[in-house]
């Protein structure tokens, strides 16, 4: 016997969505296989590694371990839903400058997050990003260079406000 799936709308980086789900399916597996948005990606499945980050009604939210009938009515921004349609944010534009990013399997988490830090704090310390950032999992890259490049994007982003 099939699962009854339940119905769901939510806005998804700024777009009214609606989506069938069954009741065991996570907000990520929702994403990534019924519409389509990949950039969260699966690191651990247990919340452990902030690859599968979003924000969810301006908190952080990992998404592998958040049912997707819990979105009900809520608002989410995905990797996918932190640059402009034409252009990269400015965290992303960095990211790319500053060789913040190996093979890209945390990238996604890692952006999220600091556009979660900075939408919350527009001209964070060194230790408040790194404290910001200690629930994203990265095994290439080290993280400074992760480091910089969010603080090269809130003074890039604070110089053109």
């Not at 990797?79 to 349609?85: D, F, K, L, N, P």
């Not at 965290?91 to 919350?120: M, R």
């Not at 200690?134 to 490049?149: E, F, H, P, Q, S």
Request: aromatic share 4%.
């Amino acid at each position: 016997m099939m699962p009854k799936k339940s119905y769901v709308q939510a806005v998804i980086n700024g777009e009214s969505r609606e989506f069938l789900c069954e009741p065991r399916q996570t907000l990520l597996e929702v994403l990534r296989e019924e519409l389509g948005l990949t950039g969260a990606k699966e690191g651990c499945g247990d919340g452990n590694c902030g690859a599968c980050v979003v924000i969810q009604d301006g908190r952080l939210v990992c998404s592998c371990l958040e049912l997707a009938v819990e979105s009900a009515g809520t608002e989410i921004t995905t990797v996918e839903g932190v640059a402009g349609r034409q252009e990269l944010h400015p965290l992303q534009q960095c990211f790319l400058e500053d060789a913040a990013l190996q093979c890209g399997i945390c990238t996604p988490g890692f952006l999220v997050s600091a556009k979660a830090l900075l939408d919350k704090n527009p001209d964070p310390s060194e230790p408040e990003i790194r404290l910001w950032l200690a629930n994203n999992l990265c095994r290439c890259t080290g993280y400074d260079k992760i480091v910089r490049a969010v603080e090269h994007a809130a003074e890039r982003m604070r110089q053109e406000a």
